[in-house]
């Protein structure tokens, strides 16, 4: 059994894993993307850290109806899809059924983008080293969504971030990234939440906050 000292909050959280992406600071090519909402504090520390830009990058699962353990894919900021062909194929999925669930995921996904960063476009990640962070991960599915949009979406390098997560889900996350930053993998893992002492939900107001302004 391995153990830590649980974080206080997010902004904790964040100040550490700040410290542990010290050696990207001052690079003028890195941006910092938080997953909404959690991850968004967490990357606001980490971009206050590195000296780097804040921003959002949205990811939705494309989920089928009455089926809420299954996933088909994802959709990313800028437009990405990423599909599971596996699941698709396994569940009978045809072309028509995919398009009407993509399609409304896809209005979900504008929806949020526009409640948290209102007429601002989404960032250019272009050539660009992107850092993504989140508070935590369990099975780490959003996280590799996200990082396969980054991908399509021509990021330079991609580093993925984050203060905690299960020994074996960073290992199925490594190889798709250029650097895999994880500063705790307490075992038994349990869940994200057991290891901050506040895990209180993060408010959208928090989320618009940070993006107008940047970290306190």
């Known amino acids: 059994m391995t153990r830590f000292a649980r974080f206080p909050d997010r902004v904790a959280a964040g100040v550490e894993l700040g410290r542990g992406l010290g050696h990207l600071a001052g690079r003028g090519d890195v941006l910092v993307l938080g997953l909404p909402r959690g991850?968004?504090?967490v990357a606001a520390e980490v971009a206050r850290a590195l000296r780097a830009p804040l921003d959002v990058f949205m990811v939705r699962k494309i989920g089928l109806?009455?089926?809420v353990e299954l996933?088909?894919?994802a959709l990313a900021s800028g437009g990405v899809r990423v599909l599971n062909e596996?699941?698709?194929q396994a569940a009978g999925i045809g072309v028509e059924e995919l398009e009407g669930l993509?399609?409304?995921a896809a209005e979900k996904l504008a929806e949020h983008e526009r409640h948290y960063r209102?007429?601002?476009p989404a960032p250019a990640v272009g050539g660009r080293l992107v850092v993504v962070v989140d508070d935590g991960l369990a099975t780490g599915a959003t996280m590799r969504a996200a990082v396969s949009a980054l991908r399509e979406l021509g990021a330079g390098q991609v580093v993925a971030a984050v203060p905690v997560a299960p020994t074996e889900t960073c290992a199925r996350l490594s190889p798709l990234v250029d650097e895999l930053v994880c500063l705790h993998t307490p075992e038994p893992f349990v869940a994200v939440g057991a290891w901050y002492e506040d895990f209180s939900?993060?408010?959208d107001e928090e989320v618009q906050r940070l993006l107008a302004t940047?970290?306190?």
């Open 39 to 41: 991850g968004v504090p």
């Open 65 to 67: 109806p009455g089926r």
């Open 71 to 73: 996933a088909v894919g």
């Open 86 to 88: 596996r699941v698709i």
């Open 102 to 104: 993509a399609a409304r």
């Open 118 to 120: 209102g007429d601002r």
């Open 201 to 203: 939900p993060t408010a």
């Open 214 to 216: 940047g970290p306190r």
